[in-house]
């Protein structure tokens, strides 16, 4: 878990900083800020997919994963009951669009979900490193525009590769490049959303579309359950 600590410790110094860094801003800057954040949030996730497309074992099974995913977490209204989670906190809804912007930056990352595998099995934590120092700037410029709540992904990042490193011998094996494939595209698909969302473009809800995550892995099982069967 060494490297889960590290990792957490990075974005809670990083947001700490980025507080204080904000405060005297002109707000010109600070709009500023939004821009380049939201185009730098778009510009990573069409790298993330662009990227990962061609590890894909089928090429439209994102697309069903989003049609399904968005159906399930509209159904559940998980966008709206984040916001509400943290209407009564300062800043209101630009809290909650960079907090989740936060999570996904931190969670859904082939770093962030091969690291905690990697630690657990073979005691290497370089993964998990790496990650941190990309989580450490990404926090700085995240509380620097959103204030000191983007702290609170810390607590989802943990939760997220504890439970990783947790279960890491029973789902290594099922974590094949082409799963990872259709993870990362997802995760690509769900940042450029977010930066749609900074950019006040769109506001795609993204947060309804999480559900999503779960359909690659499902999708898998089964083809290698009817495998087994043949």
Known sequence: MLGTIVNVSCI??????????SRGIDEKYKKALFDGLGLATVGLGANAFVS???KVTYPVLFIASIAIGTIIGTRLD????FHGLLEKAKGGSKLAEGLSTAILLFCIGTLSILGPIESRLNGNNTYLFTNATLDFVSSII???AYGIGIALAALVLFCWQGSIYLFAGFIAPYMTPALMGEISVLGGIFLMSSG?????????KTLNMLPALLVP???YALVNLAKSLL
């Open 12 to 21: 809670l110094t990083g947001s700490v900083i980025g507080s204080f860094v």
């Open 52 to 54: 990962n497309m061609p």
């Open 78 to 81: 998980l966008d709206g009951k």
């Open 142 to 144: 995240l509380s620097s």
């Open 196 to 204: 749609l969302g900074i950019l006040q473009i769109r506001d795609c």
């Open 217 to 219: 892995p499902f999708f």
